[in-house]
């Protein structure tokens, strides 16, 4: 059974940082897409960044400057290093995993939450 477990959030600043991290267990990790996603009041959640097995990186072209996607195979981690951050990226954070030989088995955690405030 595969999980994902997201941690790290918080309360920060503006402009501060925050570095998210994605657990994913009960499989082979490198063989995995793991994207993070926010949840937009009113809408669906938002795609924010994602890293493939092999460690291609996509961003929200609104975050590209400011968020930084990474994955250590070694401890089935991916991170999620947020900076500069502001008052309109306060949500929750959501981790997916995706297996790449079939793109019909995700897996969701349960969500981290972000609080940008002075």
């Known amino acids: 059974q595969v999980q994902v477990v997201e941690s790290g959030g918080g309360l920060v600043q503006p402009g501060g940082s925050l570095r998210l991290s994605c657990v994913v267990s009960?499989?082979?990790?490198?063989?995995?897409?793991v994207e993070w996603y926010r949840q937009v009041q009113g809408k669906q959640r938002e795609w924010v960044a994602s890293v493939s097995g092999g460690g291609t990186e996509n961003y929200l072209q609104s975050v590209k400057e400011r968020f930084t996607i990474s994955r250590d195979n070694a401890k089935n981690t991916v991170y999620l290093q947020m900076n500069s951050l502001r008052p309109e990226d306060t949500t929750i954070y959501y981790c997916?995993?995706?297996?790449?030989?079939?793109?019909?088995?995700?897996?969701w955690g349960q969500g981290t939450r972000v609080t940008v405030s002075s």
């Open positions: 997916k995993a995706i297996r790449e030989s079939d793109r019909t088995l995700a897996y």
């Open positions: 009960g499989s082979i990790f490198s063989a995995y897409e």
